[in-house]
């Protein structure tokens, strides 16, 4: 689930039953008259409907700034270098880079696909100068699952990696085995290899240790970014990764 996709579910929640909360949380408050009659505390609540909104809006708002919070303090207690373990990622750039990113991603996220062209224009503008690190995190059922294996596979092949990878995010439909084993012959792999090495034991343990790694950054979403050390969950673009880079 990205940030999008909780912020739009909040506002779907945030009508009666998040109102409620609301106006209850003032009465018991004493920041609302008290009303006599039923009659009157429906006429209080239909004359100030917009006290509702702004505070479905605030409270929507303090929960994401503490969910950013928790998964930027997970970060600094797990260390960067745990993101570039090889076991939990495809890694690419100098060891010694001033500048990294770690993305976790999904090839069935629509909003890991909207974030490819700025991941793409950073790739080629930095690739040999900035250390990044390329993180299954398949969560959107057996589809990704499978296109997770055939990337991981495909890190064994590492001179195709990153085509592989940009070729099945490109993708606009369902990412699907038929789909991994087109791109793949597009990026120029060896197919029977990425077959035979998706069967290995290590391609579902790698993906099993990017999830744990996953539970413990508090990431629950994709697409997550980590620039530089800062924490970023949700769509990237190219003004969010230079309000990001800025902040280094």
Partial sequence: MTREWKMA???GLGGAALSLVIVLGLAQAG???EPKRDAQFHDYLMSHTSILADMSVKMQADQQASDDAARQAAV???GLKAFFDPHVAFVTGPADAKMTMVEFFDYN???CRASLPTVKKFYAANKDSARLAFIDFPIK???SV???SAAVAARKQPAKYVLFHFLL???DGLVTADTVFQDARKAGLNVDKLRADMMDKSVDADIAAAKRLADAAKVDGTPAFI???TMREGALNDDVLSGLLKKS
Wanted: net charge negative; proline share 12%.
């Fill in 169 to 171: 995010m490109e993708e």
């Fill in 227 to 229: 620039v530089n050390g």
């Fill in 141 to 143: 059922g057996p589809n």
């Fill in 146 to 148: 499978i296109a997770a």
């Fill in 109 to 111: 996220c629509p909003y």
């Fill in 9 to 11: 579910l909040l506002g």
């Fill in 76 to 78: 600094n207690k797990i």
């Fill in 31 to 33: 920041l609302l008259p």
